[in-house]
């Protein structure tokens, strides 16, 4: 299914592919890098021929991007990039977990492998927090060439092109991770006596960033925390507002891999995509969406899949909407024994 997505897909690597490491994962979990294309139609032939199941460029552009170690690649320069990964927030890991032969919800008392579907609100909140990365990093590092991908699965990749960060090593940006994380910051050189005046939103760095949580927490026209009540617990919560959580090491490794839009991801069936102002999870985001898939259980499921509730027992034949069937399929739930276009 997978190779015949590709041979049609709209695939959209960066402008400069060639000089782009190419990699891919297979379906059996082996990595191959080190590959170099000259075009999109090369991307193409290579992901079907190698049947990928995840497909890679990466960050970095080089001057020999197939040499087969890093240090011969030659480094030019790399995107500066930022992933969110949901599954970093509270409650997001997913909702169920395989107990011997059943799938069942996560808080059940038993040991077992939680299953990476994500919940909706747990991607509702990443793109949240992908929108206010977006804002801090217009407003204070001046960065307005950016892309954002929703990776297929569980998470937001946002990555800014053509900015003065290009060319910078892992310093620098380990200096960008740490102002947009909030790490370094000391909350406590932000007097809090009662004649100090409350961060405005107005301000540079993370007193700005503060003020701007803290005028959606209080009431207009409030000068100074004399008019505040417990100003300590209220900063820590704008704190907590203000700063973004970002995969650290994605943003600080120059020579990263990066998901290509219009690929699919192998742990879910759906599809890599560039999002703009608006993003909606659901079914749509399959390319099997419309087909008729047959699958058998392996194990006894009592779930939900976009909204969906399957009940299925051990063995059970049935069949489902292609973004379903290949998602269980994908996750090892079920074996997808066939599929076609629906009558």
């Known amino acids: 299914m997978f190779s015949k997505y590709y041979s049609k897909a709209k695939l959209e690597p960066p402008d400069d592919l060639p000089e782009r490491e190419v990699a891919l994962q297979t379906f059996s979990g082996v990595m191959i890098r080190h590959l170099a294309v000259r075009s999109v139609e090369e991307l193409r032939k290579i992901v079907i021929e190698k049947k990928g199941a995840h497909l890679f460029v990466s960050t970095a552009s080089y001057e020999d991007p197939g040499a087969p170690s890093m240090d011969e690649k030659g480094w030019k320069r790399a995107d500066l990039q930022f992933d969110i990964d949901v599954d970093h927030f509270e409650g997001c890991k997913g909702d169920y977990k395989i107990c011997k032969d059943e799938v069942v919800p996560v808080n059940e008392d038993c040991e077992g492998k939680v299953i990476g579907i994500v919940p909706e609100r747990c991607i509702e909140r990443g793109f949240e927090e992908v929108k206010k990365l977006e804002k801090v990093l217009k407003k204070?590092?001046?960065?307005?060439?950016?892309?954002?991908?929703?990776?297929?699965?569980?998470?937001?990749?946002?990555?800014?092109?053509?900015?003065?960060?290009?060319?910078?090593?892992?310093?620098?940006?380990?200096?960008?991770?740490?102002?947009?994380?909030?790490?370094?910051?000391?909350?406590?050189?932000?007097?809090?006596?009662?004649?100090?005046?409350?961060?405005?939103?107005?301000?540079?760095?993370?007193?700005?960033?503060?003020?701007?949580?803290?005028?959606?927490?209080?009431?207009?026209?409030?000068?100074?925390?004399?008019?505040?009540?417990?100003?300590?617990?209220?900063?820590?919560?704008?704190?907590?507002?203000?700063?973004?959580?970002?995969?650290?090491?994605?943003?600080?490794?120059?020579?990263?891999?990066?998901?290509?839009?219009?690929?699919?991801?192998?742990?879910?069936?759906?599809?890599?995509?560039?999002?703009?102002?608006?993003?909606?999870?659901?079914?749509?985001?399959?390319?099997?969406?419309?087909?008729?898939?047959?699958?058998?259980?392996?194990?006894?499921?009592?779930?939900?899949?976009?909204?969906?509730?399957?009940?299925?027992?051990?063995?059970?034949?049935?069949?489902?909407?292609?973004?379903?069937?290949?998602?269980?399929?994908?996750?090892?739930?079920?074996?997808?024994i066939d599929y076609r276009a629906p009558t």
Request: hydrophobic share 40%; net charge negative; with cysteine.
């Open 140 to 336: 204070y590092l001046s960065i307005e060439n950016f892309e954002i991908h929703f990776s297929g699965n569980r998470g937001f990749h946002l990555i800014a092109r053509g900015t003065p960060y290009d060319f910078e090593g892992s310093d620098l940006r380990r200096e960008i991770v740490d102002f947009v994380t909030g790490n370094l910051f000391d909350l406590g050189k932000i007097c809090i006596k009662s004649n100090c005046v409350i961060p405005k939103s107005w301000e540079p760095g993370w007193r700005g960033r503060l003020g701007e949580a803290l005028e959606l927490m209080l009431p207009s026209g409030l000068k100074t925390w004399s008019e505040v009540d417990d100003p300590k617990g209220v900063l820590e919560r704008a704190f907590e507002l203000a700063k973004v959580d970002v995969d650290e090491q994605v943003t600080v490794d120059t020579s990263r891999l990066l998901r290509v839009p219009g690929s699919l991801h192998g742990k879910s069936g759906l599809r890599v995509v560039k999002v703009y102002s608006n993003f909606s999870y659901g079914p749509h985001l399959s390319p099997f969406h419309g087909l008729e898939t047959y699958v058998q259980a392996k194990y006894s499921i009592d779930m939900k899949v976009f909204g969906e509730r399957i009940v299925l027992s051990k063995g059970e034949k049935a069949s489902f909407d292609g973004a379903i069937g290949v998602m269980l399929a994908l996750r090892g739930l079920v074996e997808l």
